[in-house]
């Protein structure tokens, strides 16, 4: 079993539309959560960043993290052509390792 | 603003041919690392470079060497290439490391393909 699972989809929804993305994990001792967005041919970039549990808001983008539930979410509003991509959510204990999720690949039609 | 920049961006080996990424970041970052991405895998953790003068090993390690030249520069050898690294690799930095490592600023990947 991996220590993140993440649906690959792929994820299609029309312009304006409210999206949802998920993971879960299996190791409790996970403490930074993040997901990141990855353009075809270009590498991952930082979207939003969560300590602990919770939820953090950043413009159209929302995180939230339930531990007791080992499950993170980004949940995208008014989604644009432009959030076409592939979302890959993360986790660390801190220190040097984070771990990913596979991905999953979301296309906003217009 | 360069960022992190990868050298080759593609590049075509033959099964038992030897190979040198390289990485270089321009933001002073402490930590940098080294990603290989497969499909239904995510990015998966090769080596990394918490300081300048130390390196260890990640998930992913076999088969790979890697040489922190500087603060700066980062470099990932496969010494006899398999089929099995045919993957995108990709280098990353982050200004923090320890209890709270921080954003991850990735290149843009080196795409290699191994016969």
């Known amino acids: 079993q991996k220590e993140v699972e993440q649906d690959p989809g792929p994820l299609s929804v029309p312009e304006g539309a409210i999206v949802s993305l998920n993971c879960t994990y299996s190791?409790?001792?996970?403490?930074?959560f993040m997901w990141y967005r990855q353009y075809s041919r270009k590498g991952p970039e930082l979207l939003m960043y969560?300590?602990?549990?919770g939820n953090k808001e950043d413009g159209r983008f929302t995180a939230q993290v339930d531990k007791s539930s080992k499950y993170i979410s980004l949940f995208i509003r008014d989604s644009q052509p432009s959030d076409s991509a592939t979302y890959l959510c993360?986790?660390?204990?801190?220190?040097?390792?984070?771990?990913f999720g596979a991905g999953t690949r979301l296309f906003v039609k217009a | 603003n360069a960022g992190v920049t990868q050298t080759p961006k593609f590049q075509v080996l033959k099964t038992g041919q030897s190979m040198t990424l390289q990485c270089a970041q321009d933001?002073?970052?402490?930590?940098m690392y080294w990603y290989r991405q497969d499909p239904g895998m995510g990015l998966r953790l090769i080596y990394y470079?918490?300081?300048?003068?130390?390196?260890d090993k990640g998930e992913v390690p076999n088969g790979y060497n890697v040489s922190r030249l500087n603060k700066r520069e980062f470099s990932l050898r496969l010494e006899s290439a398999a089929p099995s690294q045919t993957s995108v690799y990709f280098c990353?930095?982050?200004?923090?490391?320890?209890?709270?490592?921080?954003?991850?600023?990735f290149g843009e990947g080196s795409r290699l393909t191994v016969l």
């Open positions: 969560t300590y602990s549990s």
């Open positions: 190791n409790s001792a996970f403490q930074y």
């Open positions: 990353a930095s982050s200004q923090r490391g320890g209890a709270n490592t921080g954003e991850l600023f």
């Open positions: 993360a986790m660390s204990l801190g220190g040097f390792k984070t771990i």
């Open positions: 933001m002073n970052h402490n930590s």
């Open positions: 470079s918490a300081s300048e003068g130390t390196t």
